[in-house]
């Protein structure tokens, strides 16, 4: 999964105010990019949908490809918190124990949801191909992100391997989970044959 890079550092939110009008961005930027693809939607048209001046949205999000790989990431986030609440009103008895498993599990439902909108799904792809074209790619470890953090926790519980190798897997987890996304999403093989790949990717990585 690409790391966002951009000339111009993005601002951080900081207030509750100015929080909700990032996330309001993040909204109107997926609605646009499910409802007309990437190439179709301007960075004035994002900014038009939440209300925004333009001056404001680039603040956020200098540039579309950025944009959109952060559209990926509340994505993410938003796919875990209600996983997380669907897994509360679970018994305990019907949550998986094996670490493996519930990795699968997480990245199988995650690639179904975001192949839920192919649009999106390819303008967040394509926008992760721009960014590494482009420029080179910032610093950021893939792990300190949401799905990263999520993949290692379930590692760490585990046990039976050091901090640098958790860190390792996770890395691998979620670069693989993040290939197998994009066949899946070019049609090169079956979202039946992604999910199988996915899941015998999990047992390797987090067993070995």
Same mark, same amino acid.
């Given at each position: 999964?690409?790391?966002? !890079?951009?000339?111009?550092?993005?601002?951080?939110?900081?207030?509750?105010?100015?929080?909700?009008?990032?996330?309001?961005?993040?909204?109107?930027? *997926? =609605?646009?990019?499910? @409802?007309?693809?990437?190439? *179709?939607?301007?960075?004035?048209? $994002?900014?038009?949908?939440?209300? $925004?001046?333009?001056?404001? &949205?680039?603040?956020?999000?200098?540039?579309?490809?950025?944009?959109?790989?952060?559209? %990926? =990431?509340?994505?993410?986030?938003?796919?875990?918190?209600?996983?997380?609440?669907?897994?509360?009103? =679970?018994? !305990?008895?019907?949550?998986?124990?094996?670490?493996?498993?519930?990795?699968?599990?997480? &990245?199988?439902?995650?690639?179904?949801?975001? %192949?839920?909108?192919?649009?999106?799904?390819?303008? $967040?792809? !394509?926008?992760?191909? +721009? =960014?590494?074209?482009?420029? $080179?790619?910032?610093?950021?470890?893939?792990?300190?992100?949401?799905?990263?953090?999520?993949?290692?926790?379930?590692?760490?519980?585990?046990?039976? #391997?050091?901090? #640098?190798?958790?860190? *390792?897997? +996770?890395?691998?987890?979620?670069?693989?989970?993040?290939?197998?996304?994009?066949?899946?999403?070019?049609?090169?093989?079956?979202?039946?044959?992604?999910?199988?790949? %996915?899941?015998?990717?999990? @047992?390797?990585?987090? +067993?070995?």
């Amino acid at each position: 999964m690409a790391r966002p !890079v951009d000339a111009r550092p993005a601002a951080a939110p900081m207030s509750t105010r100015q929080a909700a009008r990032q996330v309001g961005i993040l909204r109107a930027a *997926s =609605e646009l990019g499910a @409802r007309e693809g990437l190439a *179709s939607v301007q960075m004035h048209d $994002v900014a038009k949908e939440a209300g $925004v001046a333009i001056a404001t &949205l680039y603040r956020y999000f200098p540039s579309k490809p950025y944009l959109f790989l952060s559209v %990926l =990431e509340w994505h993410i986030e938003q796919f875990l918190g209600d996983r997380d609440r669907d897994r509360d009103r =679970e018994p !305990v008895t019907a949550r998986p124990t094996d670490p493996a498993t519930e990795v699968a599990d997480i &990245l199988v439902a995650l690639t179904g949801k975001l %192949l839920g909108s192919r649009l999106l799904a390819s303008a $967040v792809a !394509v926008s992760s191909f +721009t =960014e590494y074209a482009t420029g $080179v790619p910032a610093r950021i470890d893939i792990v300190e992100r949401a799905l990263g953090q999520r993949l290692l926790r379930l590692l760490a519980r585990r046990g039976g #391997a050091d901090a #640098a190798t958790c860190r *390792s897997r +996770t890395r691998l987890l979620v670069y693989g989970w993040w290939g197998l996304f994009v066949a899946v999403l070019t049609e090169e093989i079956s979202p039946e044959q992604g999910a199988a790949d %996915l899941r015998l990717a999990a @047992r390797l990585i987090v +067993t070995g």
